[in-house]
């Protein structure tokens, strides 16, 4: 049986390390227009394989424009790996949906991928057959206010082309701007004719509805001589080109009556809502810090567009927010922005919080209709904190049994040893309070000067830590609590809440002490609350 077991686990390493080190597929894009060649990438991290993979297999359904190999070599941590990349340029045979097949290398294969092409509707457009030629297209034609439209300009070059090509930038008035990704590169047949092709998409938001001017782009460049130069010292020679795409006209509509009056207007295709926590809620305790997290994620808006989340504002619980985490990431279809609001909670007591719902509101442009997306109440389970708890010897009840005239007798007698040490001490401090006056014994532990030194040079070194500890010390040797002090003290109150932010801020905050510093200084004495020093009840050492 142990044979066995063992057999089964080393069976079970290599199948494991046969899959770590397999074949994998990608592609540049998926989807793409009739003619447009695409390419495949093939990645291998397997030292062992040689060859070529074999791609007997793609004939049937595309055309093998051409195949390039990249071997790399990377060091991580002291770990050196190899890496190597088959490139595929293919061009699809069909339109619709093409599959590219599972390719085999030695003993692994790769996974097939899916391809979407769809028939170009401009292949029979005589305008083409220049050299260079522009085009310019809109996803829609309609969109609503602050809402994603996206712009593509499709270089399309005959010829060959040197590297001084420029394309003017894209400015459109009463809009914002976003460009998608850098530009891409690929090939087309049009009229059996190989085009190049240079494309480049926009995100573009109007900011006011009506009719929305885009302007006409254009492309200069420089063609290549196809005759051969007979010096090849002279500087390179050829005729410069200028090509312009057509203006167009886009519709913005404006934001619907039916919507909210005092909702933030959000046009997306999709939007979802999600949170985290650190640590998890219920784990919470009276006094500990939770970082609560909350993302908004909206497919066809930039991530400045997307609003703030309501705050985590409920009593007995303090809250101290950390700067929003603003994302943009580049897809097929726009722009997919998200924001991340991050806050530090502190329960300030145990017991049951009630977290309000998080709502929000937005327009869903793909189904033309209002939407909500939220996340439901949550209740938090405060416990007590033990380290917060002070330690209480418990009461302990006797239960005895009918007291006898001995036990009497001796209770008797104690009690009246305590009242006579009582009117002794009485009768002592009766006599010492007409006593002269004699100098306070010191007391054990730092002076109060000195505790006021530390927190001043605490303060006005904006150390927090050592802040917070210096208080403490203060604190002690105050007529009042700390707590009653900031309750009748608003400036106080307003510094501690700053110290707090700093101590408790997940991703930490730059503390200025002056304030709190400035606060102690001010603090009024208390109506009722007499210094132990100034006012000991002993007369004058010198009267008047």
């Not at 310019?136 to 590297?163: F, K, M, P, W």
């Not at 066809?300 to 950390?322: H, V």
């Not at 040490?421 to 002592?428: A, E, H, I, P």
């Amino acid at each position: 049986m142990t044979r066995f077991t063992i057999s089964m686990l080393a069976l079970l390493l290599c199948t494991t390390e046969v899959q770590a080190v397999g074949l994998v597929a990608s592609v540049d894009r998926s989807r793409l227009n009739s003619g447009e060649t695409v390419e495949l990438t093939l990645e291998s991290t397997d030292v062992t394989q040689f060859g070529k993979p074999d791609l007997a297999a793609l004939e049937p359904q595309f055309d093998v424009r051409g195949t390039r190999q990249v071997n790399q070599l990377t060091t991580i941590n002291g770990d050196s790996g190899a890496t190597t990349r088959w490139i595929i340029t293919l061009l699809p045979r069909q339109n619709g949906t093409v599959v590219i097949p599972s390719l085999q290398l030695g003993d692994v294969q790769s996974e097939p991928l899916t391809l979407q092409v769809v028939a170009s509707d401009n292949q029979d457009n005589t305008g083409r057959l220049a050299p260079v030629f522009i085009e310019a297209s809109l996803d829609q034609n309609s969109v609503y206010v602050q809402a994603q439209a996206i712009l593509t300009l499709r270089i399309y070059h005959s010829v060959s082309l040197y590297d001084d090509s420029s394309l003017t930038p894209l400015q459109v008035p009463d809009a914002r701007i976003e460009q998608l990704g850098a530009s891409r590169t690929y090939e087309k047949d049009i009229k059996g004719v190989r085009h190049g092709v240079i494309e480049m998409r926009y995100a573009i938001y109007p900011q006011h509805s009506g009719p929305l001017s885009i302007p006409a782009q254009a492309f200069s460049a420089t063609l290549v001589e196809t005759h051969p130069a007979q010096d090849t010292e002279s500087p390179k020679s050829g005729k410069m080109l200028r090509v312009s795409s057509s203006a167009m006209v886009l519709t913005v509509k404006a934001k619907p009556v039916s919507y909210p009056v005092d909702a933030p207007w959000l046009p997306a295709r999709s939007v979802s809502l999600s949170e985290s926590w650190n640590p998890e809620p219920e784990q919470a305790q009276a006094g500990e810090s939770l970082t609560r997290s909350l993302t908004l994620k909206a497919e066809g808006l930039s991530s400045a567009q997307l609003p703030p989340l309501p705050a985590t504002d409920i009593n007995g619980l303090r809250r101290y927010p950390d700067q929003p985490l603003l994302v943009n990431q580049n897809s097929e279809r726009g722009l997919i922005g998200s924001r991340e609001d991050r806050e530090a909670l502190v329960p300030v007591r145990s017991g049951e919080l009630e977290l309000p719902a998080v709502d929000v509101v937005w327009w869903n442009t793909f189904e033309d209709h209002l939407e909500h997306t939220s996340l439901p109440a949550r209740t938090l389970q405060v416990a007590n904190n033990p380290s917060l708890t002070v330690d209480t010897p418990a009461s302990t009840v006797a239960i005895t049994p009918a007291a006898d005239p001995d036990t009497v007798w001796r209770w008797q007698l104690t009690s009246l040893i305590l009242l006579c040490t009582t009117l002794l001490g009485f009768g002592l401090w009766w006599r010492a309070r007409w006593q002269p006056a004699i100098l306070r014994a010191a007391h054990a532990g730092p002076s109060t000067r000195t505790v006021l030194d530390e927190l001043k040079r605490a303060c006005l070194a904006n150390d927090s830590h050592a802040t917070r500890q210096a208080l403490d010390a203060w604190a002690r040797q105050q007529p009042e609590t700390l707590a009653d002090m900031a309750a009748r003290f608003v400036p106080l109150s307003d510094a501690l809440d700053g110290l707090n932010g700093a101590l408790y801020s997940e991703t930490g905050q730059q503390w200025q002490g002056e304030d709190l510093w400035r606060a102690i200084r001010a603090i009024p004495t208390a109506e009722g609350i007499q210094d132990p020093v100034a006012d000991s009840g002993l007369p004058p050492l010198y009267p008047k």
